[in-house]
């Protein structure tokens, strides 16, 4: 049995997504961040960076969107959600570690600039960059990892539930979606996806 430590509308959407796309046997465990609960003594003990999603597993817990994503195609190898080829694979996790370490680090600056820097002039000028920042990514996306109509090609695999997030970056900093071809018809496939709506009900979208 897995457990999918969540908040309401953030980026464990994604694992969220590829648990039901899979057909896992899971549960779920609210941890609203609005509420701070992501920084009581309970859930510090599953995830001490405080963030989520983290994913409790029969082995312990695994933090990460994209170390999420992998576990959850690994341990349901009938969903063929990892590419194949060695060359492939390490597409999909330079896609997945984009997505992570650059572009959701973007985003998080339009909230948490107090992480990177002291007073409200500097929290102002990096709020002032983040649209930009966020473009500069979709461009990327968009021009290099993207193959259509998945990710990935043909087949849809652990990085189309991680691109979900991306739009919904987009639409909250003010990038039309409509100047990323690519991006705007993968989230309109996404859309119509069963998985993707049964969750984004959950999560109130
Ligand atoms: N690198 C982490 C980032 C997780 C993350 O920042 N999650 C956000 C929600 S989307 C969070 O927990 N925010 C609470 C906070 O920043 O205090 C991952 O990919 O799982």
């Not at 941890?31 to 999603?53: F, S, T």
Request: charged residues 15%.
């Amino acid at each position: 049995m897995l457990t999918l430590y969540y908040s309401k509308g953030t980026s464990a959407i994604a694992p969220h997504i590829l648990l039901e796309e899979v057909g896992a046997d899971y549960a779920v465990h609210e941890v609203p961040i609005a509420k701070g609960a992501h920084q009581e003594p309970a859930y510090l003990e599953i995830n001490p960076k405080a963030r989520v999603p983290a994913l409790m597993t029969p082995n312990g817990v695994i933090t990460e969107n994209p170390a999420i994503l992998t576990y959850i195609a690994a341990t349901h190898p009938q969903a063929h959600l990892l590419p194949d080829t060695p060359f492939e694979r390490a597409q999909a996790d330079a896609l997945n570690a984009y997505i992570c370490a650059t572009m959701h680090v973007a985003f998080a600056h339009l909230q948490r600039g107090a992480r990177w820097a002291d007073g409200e002039q500097a929290h102002a000028a990096m709020k002032a960059k983040v649209a930009d920042n966020i473009a500069d990514c979709a461009s990327v996306i968009e021009a290099h990892h993207l193959k259509g109509p998945w990710a990935m090609g043909d087949h849809y695999t652990i990085c189309d539930a991680y691109l979900t997030l991306p739009p919904r970056w987009m639409a909250k900093v003010g990038v039309d979606l409509a100047a990323y071809p690519k991006l705007k018809a993968h989230h309109e496939a996404m859309l119509h996806r069963p998985a993707t709506l049964a969750v984004m009900a959950i999560h109130g979208l």
